[in-house]
């Protein structure tokens, strides 16, 4: 398991320095009931904008993990980088660079890329992450100091179980990849 600080640790000057030109916004957020109560499921959706290309977006997902859910307690440690996430992103740096490697350290889920590593495109194996998720970790951490846990309503939805909601993103991942290769 890996920090989010950790993997932007490892993901070079050139991406970070390139995350500055990267705006989004958070889309939606999902709470979801837990098995403990008063403990939850987090899942963060930004839309990003590509940083190179004008009109062309990218999906960059934060999910928490199953072992360690949300509650009052540390909710304020999620806006740190300091809890473990899964991330991904729909962009192609992060489907053939990043998501493998993350994934086999379940800091990713499997979602655009195959799982194999990537021996070409990342022969080091370096747990990093592209530029949109750089970018879209800042702004979590901002929504997390000034947002109280408390406030965010409760994903009730009862067709949004955790697996409809891999299954919805994984969906919502390869549309918006879709859309960007339609447009080359
Ligand atoms: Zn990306």
Wanted: contains cysteine; glycine residues 6%.
């Amino acid at each position: 398991m890996l920090k989010l600080n950790q993997i932007k640790q490892k993901t070079d000057p050139g991406r970070i320095n390139r995350a500055t030109d990267v705006l989004g916004k958070l889309e939606t957020v999902v709470k979801l009931q837990g098995p403990a109560p008063g403990k939850y499921i987090m899942e963060f959706l930004y839309k990003m904008q590509s940083g190179t290309v004008p009109g062309i977006y990218y999906n960059v997902i934060f999910r928490t993990l199953s072992n360690n859910l949300i509650s009052n307690d540390n909710w304020k440690a999620l806006g740190t980088g300091m809890v473990p996430l899964t991330v991904n992103c729909s962009c192609d740096d992060f489907k053939y660079r990043w998501e493998a490697v993350l994934w086999k350290k379940d800091a990713s889920r499997r979602m655009l890329s195959n799982g194999e590593m990537p021996n070409v495109t990342n022969p080091d194996h370096k747990t990093a992450m592209c530029k949109h998720c750089v970018s879209a970790l800042n702004l979590l951490k901002q929504y997390i100091n000034r947002t109280n846990f408390d406030n965010i309503g409760v994903t009730t939805n009862r067709h949004i179980s955790p697996k409809n909601l891999e299954y919805a993103d994984r969906l919502r991942l390869e549309l918006a990849n879709r859309k960007v290769k339609n447009r080359k």
